[in-house]
């Protein structure tokens, strides 16, 4: 019975562990809207402090990187572990950011909020 017990626990460590796999890879999900020359993004990182989220902009290409200690305990027997420990997203804008602009980001309750000023290109067109 020990046995089966065994077999158990380390399939279901081994379904979590793929499954924590997976979300690392798409997660994290992302809100984006216009507001007025801002492009808003809203993306959802909960689990991670503050300090080990790390911005960057290159272009059109925001990458949002996170990484957060995992304490592997002996004593804490962990039977299904989903929860990513790494964020690697890489997202394209859909507009072009400002050269010299100053971006700005908040991370509050696990969501962080990042505020870019965008080049508007073309011109409105008024409908009577």
């Not at 990484?67 to 507009?95: G, S, T």
């Amino acid at each position: 019975m020990e046995l089966v017990k065994s077999m158990v626990k380390e399939m279901m460590k081994e379904i979590g562990n793929k499954s924590r796999e997976f979300y690392e890879f798409v997660l994290p999900p992302i809100d984006m809207h216009l507001d007025d020359e801002k492009l808003i993004l809203i993306v959802d990182v909960p689990g991670f402090e503050k300090k080990d989220i790390k911005l960057s902009l290159n272009g059109k290409i925001l990458s949002i990187k996170a990484c957060k200690e995992v304490h592997d305990e002996k004593n804490h027997n962990i039977i299904y572990n989903q929860r990513p420990n790494i964020i690697d997203k890489k997202i394209r804008l859909p507009m072009e950011p400002k050269e010299e602009s100053v971006i700005s980001a908040k991370y509050d309750q696990g969501i962080l909020t990042i505020s870019i000023p965008i080049q508007k290109h073309g011109k409105d067109i008024k409908v009577d």
